[in-house]
């Protein structure tokens, strides 16, 4: 992609992937669950993920989609799953083992909270400490020899409130642990929490991503070898993969997404505005004002 392109073109066209075939402009929706397998023996890798063998593996539209996502950000690599949950459960199974110990922001999605206040302590012994991501000093003071994973939220859901991602990514690297980033809230374009030095960034794509309301799903960009780990555990064996009609829909609603996000982020202003000024409302937390 043309360095020089600005957001709205890469948009569009970014990781487009040309059809040699019958020359169609927008990527066709393949509906197959699995593809023909080589007849000339070449090497077969039933569990990988870089060739088209089977869809849960790997689907020609959830490669366009994830090389779209790549295009807009310039991250290294891309995973797209069935919905947002599927997408931070991609991140936390894969880089956490029994006795490990995590810190996650304290005000997090519900889902999330759920599965760390329950589920992984229950049943894999994950010790977690929720701290408050905007104190950036609570966060380091609540590091341990055992902590492998630190995972916030910016802008926080619900409260909007912002963290420092760039020194948390100092504070989790020093320990020799990941930063993951879950910036839902933000979109991909108003925040870039991997050039601020986070390893993992997590969207759920339901919401600004698509920006149509009528799919689920969940994507997690990073580096390659953090992502090759994801892919592998998450998504082949794990199940959590996107449909290739899910991601056709998401890839058509990324090529809007600029123009969106900039309305969204007007019309948000002037509402926190409003209600400032209103004798009525005791307090509104928006990160615009």
């Not at 110990?101 to 589920?119: G, M």
Request: charged fraction near 20%; aromatic fraction near 8%; hydrophobic fraction near 40%.
């Amino acid at each position: 992609m043309n360095r020089r392109m600005g957001i709205q073109t890469i948009a569009v066209h970014g990781g487009a992937r040309k059809d040699d075939v019958f020359g169609a402009i927008n990527e066709p929706i393949y509906m197959t669950s699995n593809y023909r397998i080589p007849t000339d023996g070449t090497p077969v890798d039933w569990s990988g993920t870089e060739s088209d063998i089977y869809a849960r593996n790997r689907n020609v539209n959830q490669m366009v989609l994830q090389n779209k996502l790549c295009a807009l950000t310039g991250a290294e690599d891309c995973a797209v799953f069935a919905c947002g949950v599927a997408a931070l459960v991609g991140v936390f199974v894969p880089f956490l083992n029994t006795g490990d110990h995590a810190i996650v922001s304290k005000v997090c999605y519900s889902a999330t909270s759920l599965l760390f206040r329950k589920y992984l302590p229950e049943k894999y012994n994950i010790k977690v400490t929720f701290a408050d991501s905007t104190d950036t000093e609570a966060v380091r003071a609540a590091i341990r020899p055992n902590t492998r994973l630190i995972h916030m939220e910016t802008p926080g859901n619900p409260t909007t409130e912002i963290s420092d991602i760039q020194a948390i990514a100092g504070f989790a690297h020093s320990a020799g642990a990941l930063l993951s980033v879950d910036s839902t809230f933000a979109g991909p374009i108003n925040v870039f929490p991997l050039r601020l030095g986070a390893d993992l960034e997590i969207h759920s794509m339901t919401k600004y991503i698509n920006g149509h309301g009528d799919s689920l799903g969940g994507c997690v960009r990073g580096r390659k070898e953090l992502l090759g780990k994801v892919k592998e555990i998450a998504m082949v064996n794990l199940g959590g993969v996107l449909s290739p009609f899910n991601a056709w829909l998401i890839a058509r609603g990324l090529a809007t997404l600029p123009i969106r996000m900039k309305q969204h982020s007007r019309t948000a202003l002037a509402v926190a505005k409003f209600l400032e000024n209103s004798p009525a409302v005791r307090f509104v937390s928006y990160p615009g004002l």
